[in-house]
């Protein structure tokens, strides 16, 4: 469980630009971040301290795909 900030740690093989989203269990974004470009091994840095209590999707989005990871933030 997350109360301030989630670091996500990314590992790409190619330079993909990258948006990351957060998602409500509704599907509504409650935050989006344009990561731009990102290749190999990375950390992005999601401020919620300002989101509701609750279980929420991280949706990472690239030109090859999304990839969806649930989170709790308490």
């Known amino acids: 469980p997350s109360s301030e900030n989630i670091v996500l740690d990314l ?5 993909l630009q990258t948006t ?20 190999g091994e990375t ?3 999601l401020n919620v301290s300002g989101i ?5 999707l991280v949706r990472i989005i690239t ?7 649930k989170i709790v933030i308490d």
């Open 20 to 39: 990351i989203e957060l998602t409500d269990v509704t599907g509504k974004v409650v935050l989006s971040k344009n990561a731009g470009e990102l290749n």
């Open 63 to 69: 030109s090859s795909g999304i990839e969806t990871k």
């Open 52 to 56: 509701a209590k609750g279980s929420y």
């Open 43 to 45: 950390k992005q840095t």
């Open 11 to 15: 590992n790409f093989k190619t330079a």
